[in-house]
């Protein structure tokens, strides 16, 4: 059975920095692109991070270039998520999903970021 | 960017009745290698979204044939015949065509 289990959100002030993890199992993680998809509270979906097999290839959109990062460690079967400079428009629960089809998500985790 | 634009906002049906949900994108979703990359997911209350279609009209392992996808390259439609209580929720379409992929805004599907 494929699992996606995310871990590290919580509350983080403006400006500080947070990362975020996915464990993955049930699945060979090294042959699929992974991603981070979010959804700010009552508000539709946004892709946030793809990241190749081989994690040499990372794609974002403008909205988070440049302050997030999205890598992967292959020999643990686990997806990340650095995320800095946070802003107030960040808090969203964040999902890992297995890509490009997104055929499988995790439960999601909560990022509030809050003075 | 690509936008996909749905519509309705929100739909009624009563159990055993069909519902049709539109999603519009500001260009065409057919690859070059002739896949029209467009995909739809239903997210139920408090649940993490699940695909149901994927590339305009396959449908995805375990859901429903209640569920069928048509379109052009650049109207998509989502039937959903005999509409079930657990067919409840925000029903998004998504694309995979080129970065940043994209989501349209959501159809909710309630129950009358």
């Known amino acids: 059975e494929v699992q996606l289990v995310e871990s590290g959100g919580g509350l983080v002030q403006p400006g500080r920095s947070l990362k975020l993890s996915c464990a993955a199992s049930?699945?060979?993680?090294?042959?699929?692109?992974m991603a981070w998809v979010r959804q700010a509270p009552k508000k539709g979906l946004e892709w946030v991070a793809t990241?190749?097999?081989?994690?040499?290839?990372?794609y974002y959109p403008d909205s988070v270039k440049g302050r997030f990062t999205i890598s992967r460690d292959n020999a643990k079967s686990s997806l990340y998520l650095q995320m800095n400079s946070l802003k107030s428009e960040d808090t969203a629960t964040y999902y890992c999903?297995?890509?490009?089809?997104?055929?499988?998500w995790g439960q999601g985790v909560m990022v509030t970021v809050s003075s | 960017d690509i936008v996909l634009t749905q519509a309705p906002l929100s739909v009624s049906v009563t159990p055993g009745e069909s519902a049709s949900i539109s999603c519009r994108s500001s260009?065409?979703?057919?690859?070059?290698?002739?896949?029209?990359?467009l995909y739809w997911y239903l997210q139920r209350p408090g649940k993490s979204p699940q695909l149901l279609i994927y590339?305009?009209?396959n449908l995805a392992s375990g859901v429903p044939d209640r569920f069928s996808s048509s379109g052009s390259e650049t109207d998509f439609t989502l039937k959903i015949s005999k509409v079930e209580t657990e067919d409840v929720g925000v029903y998004y379409c998504?694309?995979?065509?080129?970065?940043?992929?994209?989501f349209g805004g959501g159809t909710k599907l309630e129950l009358k």
């Open positions: 999903a297995r890509a490009p089809l997104f055929d499988y």
């Open positions: 049930g699945f060979t993680f090294s042959n699929y692109y």
């Open positions: 990241i190749s097999t081989s994690g040499s290839r990372t």
């Open positions: 260009k065409s979703l057919l690859s070059s290698k002739g896949i029209t990359s």
């Open positions: 590339q305009m009209s």
């Open positions: 998504g694309h995979r065509l080129e970065y940043p992929w994209t």
